[in-house]
């Protein structure tokens, strides 16, 4: 019988509390345990894997969802196992004092990082979050329930039977409580799980804007997490082309259906030949070219001119600009508009843009820097593509998502982003009313100390 939401949240709670309590060394270990419990059951994962594929195929996912779906596609599942053990072994960001000051002799204020407590993570398609967010949860002493998306139910069962069966079997060696990582499937458990603001922290939705939206507009948690990826790449008048060439490629084509992948290009009319990056898009990537009347007109008088018309033609079609410039295609499609100035293209990305990763392709370091500061987006890039926005790419291990907030986390959300903090005071039995501000006359000292020689 499935238990509760109220019984699901609160045995989160009780895990939560333990696991903060525990030592780096023992929350590492149990991820290594993990990792090793993941690869040995391999041909299991993948035998559920290939029963969502089939049923996707059935269904008629669509191709971008599909590309999510599939485990085993590349160096995807290897990429998961890896990214577990890169969590265990980055430093433990809970316990690090972020501030000292000595209030009265031996009466000391700490500011110290904590975990958050409980996040509920949602996610869609994409099965190796499960272990990722197992590994981010665990290691930064958060307790964690997952709901996938029904896509990926098999998987996303047999990842987390293999997780929850490597805790259990390590209660005593590690101390990691069996409800640290909990698995519902049902959008009844969601909104019930919505509605428990006295047990969970923090609700990461990682999917589309419509489950974010659906989210935040159903619960009193606070709630991190992104939409849409409208990344946009602006290439300046004074881009080097073989750079915006290969840049814009990749943002696009390596992996289409990523949030980070660029969906908007916006042209300077004043680059040089500015008209190979496009060809290239589509010769190499098969991108079709979303353009608004004027980039239409000139490009297709420049394939004209080069003898290039019949080939890529066809690759042109005409922007919506209702629609093309605040979407994401997650396909190999890109709206192209021109623009005159770097502030222009500013203007245009902070007006259509999701606020995820917007990139500058440029020489000039005046524009660059202009681009870096205006533009209003978790990530911005100069002269690299946008599909540097990952947690793996940044060296976090994983990520639990991508935060387009700007409070608490912003980007990529790794371990850092899954704690808070709280302050701490040791004394000596002092009393308030024994200092200037509650009645007595004793000032403090307010003294900073030197967070080097700190250790408690």
């Known amino acids: 019988m499935q238990a509760s939401a109220e019984t699901i949240a609160q045995q989160a709670r009780k895990a939560g509390n333990i696991l903060k309590t525990l030592s780096d060394e023992n929350r590492s270990a149990i991820l290594f345990k993990i990792h090793d419990g993941l690869k040995e059951n391999a041909e299991l994962i993948r035998r559920a894997n290939a029963l969502d594929l089939e049923k996707a195929r059935e269904t008629n996912l669509t191709q971008s969802l599909y590309k999510r779906l599939d485990l085993f596609k590349g160096d995807k599942f290897e990429t998961m196992l890896q990214g577990v053990k890169d969590v265990a072994a980055l430093a433990d960001p809970a316990g690090k004092v972020k501030l000292a000051r000595q209030l009265d002799e031996n009466l000391n204020l700490y500011q110290v990082t904590a975990p958050v ?145 660029v969906e908007t290009l916006i042209v300077n009319r004043q680059m040089p030949n500015w008209w190979d990056v496009l060809i290239n898009l589509s010769e190499a990537g098969d991108v079709t070219i979303h353009a608004t009347q004027e980039v239409k007109k000139l490009y297709l008088v420049k394939l004209q001119d080069l003898g290039l018309t019949e080939t890529f033609k066809e690759k042109v079609v005409d922007v919506d600009e209702s629609v093309d410039f605040d979407q994401e295609f997650l396909s190999l499609d890109i709206a192209v508009n021109f623009v005159n100035t770097v502030e222009e293209a500013v203007s245009h990305i902070n007006t259509h843009s999701s606020k995820h990763t917007d990139a500058i392709v440029t020489e000039n370091e005046q524009n660059a820097e202009l681009f870096l500061k205006a533009v209003d987006s978790s990530g911005v890039y100069w002269n690299a593509s946008t599909r540097f926005a990952d947690g793996f790419r940044y060296g976090f291990g994983t990520e639990v998502g991508i935060s387009t907030s700007k409070i608490h986390a912003r980007g990529p959300v790794g371990l850092d982003g899954l704690v808070s903090y709280q302050y701490q005071i040791r004394g000596k039995g002092q009393v308030a009313s024994d200092y200037v501000g509650s009645g007595g006359k004793r000032a403090f000292l307010h003294k900073d100390l030197d967070l080097a020689k700190v250790n408690i």
């Open 117 to 261: 407590g409980v996040l509920l993570v949602i996610f869609e398609s994409r099965p190796e979050v499960i272990a990722n967010i197992t590994s981010l949860c665990i290691k930064s002493g958060n307790a964690g329930i997952l709901k996938g998306g029904k896509e990926s139910v098999n998987t996303f069962r047999e990842i987390s039977k293999i997780i929850n069966q490597v805790i259990s079997e390590n209660v005593v060696s590690t101390g990691v409580p069996v409800g640290a990582v909990q698995l519902i499937e049902t959008r009844e458990d969601v909104s019930g799980l919505l509605e428990q603001d006295d047990y969970i922290d923090l609700v990461v939705p990682r999917g589309s804007n419509a489950l974010v939206k659906q989210i935040k507009s159903s619960t009193k948690i606070p709630v991190l997490g992104h939409a849409d990826g409208i990344c946009s790449i602006y290439l300046d008048k004074d881009a080097d082309l073989e750079q915006a060439k290969r840049i814009t490629l990749d943002a696009k084509c390596s992996y289409p259906a990523g949030c980070n992948a």
